[in-house]
């Protein structure tokens, strides 16, 4: 979730490796849902990275940890990024206050960008409702390598 986002609004403004590791670093453990678990991560990043305003902190590397990935990360970018970050955390609080599931999805959107899945209610609408399950006799037809052909 957080690399699309970090695709959508980032703009190359945070190293892969580095959104990588802050992740692992602040992933929420006691979240109830993914989405409170990507809100609690995106409040907790930006609460650490909010100790260092201007430069990005020591990131460091977690096999190697006398290398600070965060050693390149340009200024202006990490400060970039952390704007992006703030815009983000208030978007995330936005959806999981949302009154109903439409208005919660509408602000996932925002957040992930159009490629968010349709919400269910979209779905519906377009008559893309889930296929009915098979009849209780219709064979169990797997698909099966061809035997004449070789793999490997």
């Known amino acids: 979730f957080l690399k699309r986002w970090r695709d959508e609004h980032g703009d190359g403004s945070v190293p892969s490796i580095v959104l990588q590791v802050l992740i692992a670093s602040h992933l929420s453990q006691n979240a109830a849902s993914d989405a409170e678990a990507v809100a609690g991560t995106l409040a907790a990043m930006r609460d650490f990275l909010a100790e260092s305003p201007i430069s990005a902190p020591l990131i460091a590397n977690p096999v190697l940890p006398s290398e600070d990935l965060a050693e390149r990360w340009d200024d202006g970018d990490y400060v970039n990024f952390c704007k992006e970050l703030n815009e983000a955390v208030t978007l995330a609080d936005e959806a ?17 960008g159009d490629d968010f899945p349709a919400s269910p209610e979209k779905v519906e609408k377009a008559g893309g409702a889930a296929p009915p399950p098979p009849p209780p006799d219709y064979p169990d037809q797997r698909q099966q390598a061809p035997t004449d052909e070789r793999y490997g």
Not at 96 to 112: P, R
Request: charged residues 20%; without cysteine.
């Open 96 to 112: 999981l206050a949302a009154a109903d599931e439409q208005a919660s999805h509408d602000v996932w959107v925002a957040l992930f």
